[in-house]
C-alpha cells in the first residue's frame, strides 16, 4: 500500500480529536492531525415503507442525526448494495431520498450515511417492491351519506397490514380489512352527498391512483307497506317510499332481517318477505344499501297463512248473499280478513269480508259472482293478497223458480204429495220447508222441473212453500198453500230435443186431455190403463223451458201450468277417438262435437247395443265405455235427454277381434 498507514478507529465520543502517529514510542511522534467523530445516524420510520414495481419516487425517512450536506441514502437487495443517493436534508430527523425504480417486486434495504458514503449504517431497515396493486371493482356503489356501510373492493396484489386504510377523495379516509389478496373490506364514512372516487393504502401514507367511483346519496324515507301483514315467502309487498330516485335497488331489513327491494316503479319497490323467527311485528328499515338502513315508523305483521278445512254449505245461487261456516285454523280477527271466491278457468278472485268467531271458525257471504259451477273458496288474512291452498269448493248454482203446485189446496190432517214445477231444481241438497203453518214437508227431487213434497198437515191455515238447492237459502212459491186434496202430477223426461218426438209420460187421474207445449203448440193424449199419459212432443222452433198447459177435452180449463218441459238444441258428433274397439272388452271412448249438456248424456254404440251413460267433459267433449259387440261396423247414436231420445246420424264405430298366436316356428334357438 506504499506509504499509506491504515488503521481502525477506536470507539470514542461525537467531536474533534487529535490523533498522532508514531513508529515507535521512543522515537516520539512522527505525525499529528485531527479527526471528526460523526454521529451514527438511525432510521425509526419510513413513509412510504413500499413502492410497486416500475415506481421511482422519494421516500421521507424519518430518524435521528442526519446532518445536513453529508447524509446519503443506500439501497440493499440481497446483502448487495445496488444504488446510492443524496438526500434532501430537511431537519436533523427528516430528509427525503430517492428510491430508484425496480423491474421485480421484493424485499430491499435501506441504510444511512453521515460522511457523504464512505460509510454507511448496518441497521437493514426494511423496504418493500410490491407487485401493482389494481382495483377492478367496489360494491355497492351507491352509498348513504349517514355513512356505516360496509364497501368490499375488488382487486389483486392486496396485501395484510395492520396500516391499511381506504380514502374517500382527497380527504375523507376510514379503516381497512384485509380478507384475500383480491378482496378487502371497508366502513363507509359520513359523506356529504355527490360523486367520490375510493382508493387504497397499505401503509397509511401512500394510495392507490386507480380506484373506483363511489356516490353518496340522502337517504330517503318509507311511506307505507302493502299490505302490511302477511307470511313469510307469501305474496312479495310494495314499499312505497320517497326520496330514492333513480335507484333500481334499495336493501330493505324486516326487523333484523334483511331482503332486497327492487324498482318497479317512481317510488314504489317489490320485497320479498324474509323468514323472522320470534318476532310477530317488526319495523321496516330501508336504505340505498346493506348497513346504512334508516329505521321507520312503518310496521309489518307477520302472519300464518290460513288453512281451510269444511265448508257449510258447499253450495249457494249465483246471485250471492249465503252464508257460510268456515272451519279451519289460523284465522286472525283483522280488518284483512276474507273469503276468496276464485273459478279454475282463471276468471278472476273476488273477495268478501270474513266476519271473525274464533281461529278456527268464522263467516263470509257468497258474492255475486256470475258464474255457475264450482269455484275455490280459501281464507285471506290479509286482504286477499295471501291465501291459504286447502282447495275446497263451493258450487254456484241459479236459484230455483217455482212456477205452480198441485193441489193447491190440501185437507188438514193427511199426508198429502204436492208436485212443484219450476226450474233449476238440482238433486243435491234439495230441500223444502214451509211458513204460516205447522207442516213438516219432505222433498224428492223428479226432474230439474219438477220436485214433490210430503206435507204432514194438522191445522187448518195457509202457508207458502219454500225450496232451496243448498238447505240454507230459500225460495218462495208464488202462492200459499190451502189445505186440500190434490192429484199427484209429474213428467217424464223432463227435456228433449228441439225437433220433437221425445215420448213423454205424464202421471195423474186426468182422463183424455189436450197438451200445450208452449203457446199454440197442442197435442191431444189418452190416459193409459195404469193412469199415465204417453205423448210424443212436438217440434220448437227454438229451445228453452216451455210451460206445459193442461186441459181436460171439452171447453173448461180444469187444471192449468202443471208442468214444465225443456226443449234443447240437439247435440252432434263429429267424430271419436278411438273410432274402433275390440270386440271383447270395455273401451274407453271420447265423442267430440257441440252442444252436449252437464248432464243426461247417454251414447249408444249400434241399434241393438245397450246405452251407456256418458261423462261430460266440456260441451264438446264427452267419454264414454264402448261395450263388447260382435264385430262389424255400428253407428253411434247420442241422447242428451237421459237415454230418451237417440240421434241418427252419428259416425260408424268399428268393431274387431283381437288378434291370437296359435304357433311359433321355430319353438326354439340359441342362446347367443
Known sequence: ???????????????????????????????????????????????????????????????????????????FKDSEMISTSASAWET?????????????????????????????????????????????????????????????????????????????????????VWSTSSKITCIAP???????????????????????????????????????????????????????????????????????????SDGVYEVFVPRNVGEHRVKLSIGVSEGQEVLSDVEFEYQLLPTVERLIPTSGPVDGGTMIS?????????????????????KGVVLSPGIWVSSSYLLCVTPNIDIIGSVTVEVSNNAGHDASDSGNLFQFYRDPVLHTIVPERLSAGADVEVTITGIHFERKNLACRGAGASVIPTCEWVSSTTITALLQTHTVGNFTLEVSNNG????????????????????????????????????????????????????????????????????????????????????????VSIVLFEYQEPATVSFTRPSTASSSTNTVVFLVGERFPEHGVVVRFGHDATPTEARTISSSLVSALAPPQAIGSVKIAISINGGFDFSSDGPKFEYFDLPTVSRVTPSQGYTH
Not at 437493514?124 to 356505516?148: E, M
Open 326 to 346: 268456515v272451519l279451519g285454523f289460523d284465522f286472525i280477527a283483522d280488518s284483512g280478513l276474507s273469503c276468496t271466491f276464485s273459478h279454475k278457468l282463471g
Open 92 to 176: 436533523s430527523t427528516l430528509i427525503r431520498c430517492l428510491v430508484p425504480a425496480q423491474t421485480e417486486a421484493g424485499a430491499m434495504t435501506i441504510e444511512m450515511s453521515n460522511d457523504e458514503g464512505r460509510e454507511f449504517t448496518r441497521q437493514g431497515f426494511a423496504f418493500a417492491v410490491t407487485s401493482p396493486v389494481s382495483i377492478f371493482s367496489v360494491r355497492p356503489t351507491l352509498l348513504g351519506t349517514t355513512g356505516g356501510a360496509s364497501i368490499t373492493l375488488f382487486g389483486e396484489n392486496f396485501r395484510r397490514s395492520s396500516a391499511m386504510k381506504c380514502r374517500y377523495g382527497l380527504k375523507m379516509y376510514s379503516p381497512a
Open 1 to 75: 500500500m506504499g506509504d499509506a498507514v491504515v488503521f481502525a478507529t477506536p470507539p470514542c465520543e461525537q467531536g474533534v480529536v487529535n490523533v498522532t502517529i508514531s513508529a515507535e514510542p521512543a522515537l516520539g511522534e512522527l505525525l499529528s492531525f485531527t479527526f471528526v467523530y460523526l454521529p451514527l445516524p438511525s432510521i425509526s420510520h419510513l413513509v412510504p415503507s413500499s413502492l410497486p414495481v416500475g415506481a421511482q419516487r422519494p421516500v421521507l425517512i424519518i430518524g435521528s442525526e442526519f446532518l445536513p450536506g453529508k447524509s446519503m441514502c443506500a439501497f
Open 190 to 264: 359520513t359523506h356529504s352527498p355527490g360523486n367520490s372516487t375510493v382508493e387504497l393504502s397499505f401503509d397509511g401514507d401512500t394510495f392507490t391512483t386507480g380506484g373506483q367511483k363511489v356516490t353518496f346519496r340522502a337517504e330517503g324515507e318509507v311511506l307505507r307497506v302493502v299490505p302490511s301483514a302477511g307470511p313469510a315467502g307469501g305474496v312479495n309487498p310494495l314499499v312505497y317510499v320517497s326520496g330514492f330516485d333513480s335507484i333500481d335497488t334499495l336493501s330493505c331489513v324486516f326487523g333484523t332481517k334483511r331482503s332486497s327491494c327492487v324498482s318497479v
Open 472 to 559: 240454507v237459502d230459500f225460495v218462495a212459491s208464488p202462492n200459499a198453500i190451502q189445505i186440500a186434496t190434490a192429484r199427484r202430477l209429474s213428467i217424464l223426461p223432463s227435456r228433449g230435443p228441439q225437433t220433437g218426438g221425445t215420448l213423454v209420460t205424464l202421471v195423474g187421474s186426468l182422463g183424455v186431455v189436450d197438451i200445450s207445449f208452449g203457446p199454440g203448440n197442442e197435442v191431444r193424449a189418452t190416459t193409459q190403463e195404469d193412469d199415465t199419459v204417453l205423448v210424443h212432443t212436438p217440434p220448437s222452433e227454438t229451445a228453452g223451458v216451455v210451460e206445459i198447459v193442461i186441459k181436460q177435452s171439452g171447453s173448461v180449463v180444469r187444471s
